[in-house]
């Protein structure tokens, strides 16, 4: 069984499954199509991807794919503990430019479903940290997209003063040059 719990930003839902344990371990079902329907969320998953960082600090983010190809996803921690992010990109939205960030972590199981038309980042605040995530449509490097991760408009509280991005990262543009060209 499946707790869905509403957001800020219409559309992206915390998820808290019912974990099962005993001495043994534990059971938990993380993704049961009917109750994500009677919801509202319609998606059929194609990939998995599994993404594994070593420090505490990494930041990846914030991405987006473009229409045509633009992604919904379900993220989860199964190893560690990272500090989720996402931004609403949806032009028409009531929530448009606002962020809204998520603890996940192995010990809560918590995991966030991110519609389309969201950018979306995460940063460890453990080691070696293992996260995993459902997508509905492949990657398609001419649609690949971000905006800055420290971009002052749109004020997100990370984690970290100083994370460790990547050189595409580093490089992604600010909110107001994302804006001249908002595809969605």
Not at 135 to 148: C, E, F, I, K, T
Not at 149 to 159: A, Q, R, S
């Amino acid at each position: 069984m499946l707790e869905f719990q509403k957001t800020k930003i219409e559309g992206v839902f915390l998820i808290k499954p019912q974990v099962i344990g005993d001495h043994r371990g534990f059971f938990l079902e993380t993704y049961r199509e009917e109750e994500f329907l009677a919801v509202g969320i319609d998606v059929k998953f194609i990939q998995d991807n599994h993404s594994f960082s070593t420090e505490n600090g990494v930041l990846r983010g914030l991405h987006f794919q473009k229409p045509p190809f633009t992604q919904a996803k379900l993220v989860r921690v199964i190893k560690g503990k990272v500090i989720d992010v996402v931004v609403d990109l949806r032009k028409f939205s009531p929530t448009f430019g606002q962020w809204e960030s998520f603890e996940l972590s192995e010990d809560n199981f918590q995991m966030l479903f991110v519609p389309h038309g969201m950018a979306h980042g995460f940063c460890l605040v453990t080691e070696n940290t293992h996260f995993v995530y459902k997508v509905d449509n492949y990657y398609h490097a001419d649609s690949d997209g971000g905006v800055l991760w420290n971009d002052p408009d749109l004020g997100i509280t990370w984690p970290v003063e100083n994370p460790i991005v990547s050189e595409k990262d580093s490089r992604l543009p600010i909110w107001k040059e994302f804006l001249k060209d908002n595809p969605f």
